[in-house]
């Protein structure tokens, strides 16, 4: 097995948006970052005294603006959440629902979301993962971006514990497919009912996935468990 989370590890799976981050989303950063952003280390923190309990935790990957992020974490007070995001305006937007609807169970790193599953996170310590909306990147000649690939699904179960979840989902046919593929080719992850599952019913909306059902795209929603 590739042990390099990405084939090309040169190669991002984002492009950074040009968007600035709103005087609103700035204050956030300013005044809510240091209690709720970790800062990208090589170095493994301590999970447990960030966020100041043993609990399950989840790592989701690319929350965008963060607005399905705070729901779940807020219906799911008894799991903490390590939310990567690449986009200054989404951890400015994240930060600002965290106040307003009181969450304590989120910490977000602004990084890469590859170095971080590398560096910042201990084996076999994860109790899920989810990936809503992945970039799509849909020119074949662009699929070697994708993140859900095997090398990432490798790493990905290196870090979870043995009853790990992955929850993916996307509006692009192709990509969905495509996922499917890399986790049968990966042999690490049992994709439930070997196929596209129903919406679990914690999962709110996203705002890509509206963009995707204006232009009515097929939501597709996969859910798989850590093989033993
Ligand atoms: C298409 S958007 C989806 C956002 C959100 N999940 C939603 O559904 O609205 C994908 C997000 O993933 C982020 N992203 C892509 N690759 C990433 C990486 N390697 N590390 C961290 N974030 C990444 C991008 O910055 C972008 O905000």
């Known amino acids: 097995m590739n042990s390099d989370l990405h084939p090309y590890p040169a ?3 984002y492009v950074l948006r040009q968007s600035r981050a709103t005087a609103a989303q700035e204050r956030a950063i300013q005044e809510l970052g240091p209690q709720f952003c970790v800062p990208y280390r090589e170095v493994l923190p301590d999970w447990q005294v960030i966020f100041g309990r043993a609990a399950p935790c989840v790592l989701e990957v690319g929350f965008g603006m963060g607005h399905a992020t705070a729901q779940i974490a807020k219906a799911k007070p008894d799991t903490d959440f390590i ?3 690449v ?4 951890i400015g937007a994240l930060l600002a629902r965290i106040e307003s609807l009181g969450i304590t169970n989120i ?5 890469d979301v ?6 910042m996170i201990p084996p076999d310590y994860l109790s899920g993962c989810h990936v809503f909306f992945p970039d799509p990147w849909q020119k074949k000649r662009h699929h070697k971006r994708r993140l859900v690939q095997v090398p990432f699904l490798a790493e990905l179960y290196r870090i979870s514990r043995p009853d790990a979840y992955l929850y993916l989902a996307s ?6 497919v495509w996922m499917l593929d890399e986790l049968r080719k990966s042999g690490l992850w049992q994709i439930d009912g070997d196929d596209f599952c129903k919406p679990v019913a914690w999962r709110p909306s996203t705002s890509f996935e509206h963009k995707g059902l204006a232009k009515a795209h097929i939501i597709r929603e996969i859910m798989a468990k850590k093989q033993p």
């Open 171 to 176: 509006d692009w046919e192709d990509y969905a």
């Open 83 to 85: 939310c990567v995001e």
């Open 11 to 13: 190669i991002r799976s």
């Open 107 to 111: 910490r977000i790193v602004q990084h």
């Open 87 to 90: 986009h200054r305006p989404g």
């Open 114 to 119: 590859v170095a971080v599953m590398r560096s």
